[in-house]
C-alpha cells in the first residue's frame, strides 16, 4: 500500500511541480510596479474556448483589478458595438472605466491609463496576440511588442513599446501615455 501511495505521488501533477524552481511558477509579468489606491473593476468579453484569457485574468487579479468575466458566442459583435478599429483587433475585449482593452495588454499600461485619464483615448490594444505577453506565456521565447491607444474615430498611435533584453527580461522602451 505504501509503495502504491508513493508511486501515485510521482505520478502527480504535485511531484512535478517540486521538480519546478520557484521562479518558473511566476511571471515577470506579476511584479507591481503601480499600486492601485482602490480595486479597479474591469469586465472581460471573452469566448468560451479561448484559453490565453484565463491566464491573463489571472494577471490582472494578481495587480488588483476586480473581474467581470463574460463568455460571449459573438465576439466580433462585441468588439464593433464598443468601436474597437478591426486593425486593432486581438483576442479578448474588455471595458475598464469607460475605456476599451483589447488583447495581452500588460496590467501596468492599463494602470496608467486609468489612474491619467486621457480623454482622447477610446482604449488600448496589443494586437495579434504576440508570444510572450501577459497570458500568452510559452517558454523562453518572447516577441517584441507594441501597445496601441486608439480613439474613438479609429485612429492609432503607440502607448508604449516593449523589447526584450539580453536576459530575456521585457523592458519598457517608450512610455507616452
Known amino acids: 500500500m ?3 501511495n ?6 502527480s501533477k504535485a511531484f512535478f511541480i517540486l521538480l519546478i524552481p520557484p521562479s518558473a511558477l511566476s511571471s515577470e509579468w506579476d511584479k507591481i510596479q503601480t499600486t492601485l489606491q482602490n480595486p479597479v473593476h474591469i469586465t472581460v468579453y471573452r469566448d468560451a474556448h479561448c484559453q490565453c484569457c484565463h491566464a491573463w485574468i489571472k494577471h490582472l487579479e494578481t495587480h488588483q483589478f476586480e473581474i467581470t468575466d463574460r463568455i460571449h458566442p459573438q465576439m466580433a459583435m462585441v468588439k464593433r458595438e464598443l468601436g474597437l478599429p478591426t486593425n486593432m ?13 483589447e488583447g495581452h495588454v500588460p496590467a501596468e499600461d492599463i494602470k496608467t491609463l486609468v489612474t491619467h485619464k486621457p480623454e482622447n483615448i477610446h482604449g488600448l490594444s496589443v494586437p495579434h496576440m504576440p508570444v510572450g505577453t501577459p497570458g500568452m506565456e510559452m517558454g523562453k521565447r518572447k516577441d517584441p ?11 492609432g498611435s503607440a502607448f508604449s513599446h516593449y523589447q526584450v533584453n539580453e536576459n530575456n527580461q521585457y523592458d519598457l522602451i517608450d512610455d507616452t501615455p
Open 6 to 11: 508513493i508511486r501515485n505521488f510521482l505520478l
Open 2 to 4: 505504501f509503495l502504491l
Open 89 to 101: 483587433a486581438s483576442c479578448h475585449t474588455a471595458v475598464v472605466e469607460g475605456y476599451v482593452i
Open 145 to 155: 511588442f507594441t501597445v496601441f491607444q486608439f480613439d474613438k474615430t479609429g485612429n
